[in-house]
């Protein structure tokens, strides 16, 4: 399985416009590589899990938790802010996150990318249309062996 880019936790800190509060994604509650699909907006994920907290926000088919392989999954990390669950992503094009009502305080993610550098690009419109509001460039990061103990996966931060 092809990965592009893994978005250790991927904690996305959201600034929702209707709700005004800080929503914290952790995965937990969905399998080891399950679609997170609409899960968080109330729904379910791509094998059942759920349904999940309300948020409005909805994840293309390309977008997949993991749990580690210490938990009993299949993922290769470890330290993860977010222990034992993260998001990551399939080549594709479903590596999509829409917000529904927006965000307008920013977002935030913890990523480990050893191998590839990675973007983030946020659209004014869902499923990536409508104007680009910011692109981001994500480097490479070690791999979590450079590090040992006590983390020590390939995708460690």
């Not at 977010?82 to 594709?92: A, E, R």
């Not at 927006?102 to 990536?128: E, I, K, M, Q, R």
């Amino acid at each position: 399985m092809k990965k592009t880019i893994l978005l250790l936790a991927m904690i996305l800190v959201l600034g929702a416009v209707a709700a005004q509060a800080t929503i914290v994604l952790t995965f937990e509650g969905l399998g080891d590589q399950e679609q997170v699909l609409n899960y968080y907006n109330g729904g379910f994920g791509g094998n059942g899990s759920g349904p999940g907290p309300n948020y409005g926000i909805t994840f293309g088919t390309d977008s997949l938790s993991i749990i580690s392989q210490a938990a009993g999954g299949s993922g290769d990390f470890d330290g993860a802010p977010s222990m034992p669950t993260i998001l990551f992503f399939l080549s594709g094009p479903g590596d999509i996150m829409n917000v529904a009502a927006g965000f307008n305080t920013g977002f935030s993610f913890f990523y480990s990318s050893p191998f590839n550098a990675g973007s983030v690009t946020v659209f004014s419109g869902l499923d990536g249309t409508g104007s680009v509001l910011a692109s981001l460039t994500l480097p490479p990061t070690p791999d979590g062996t450079t590090f040992g103990p006590p983390c020590s996966g390939l995708y460690d931060y």
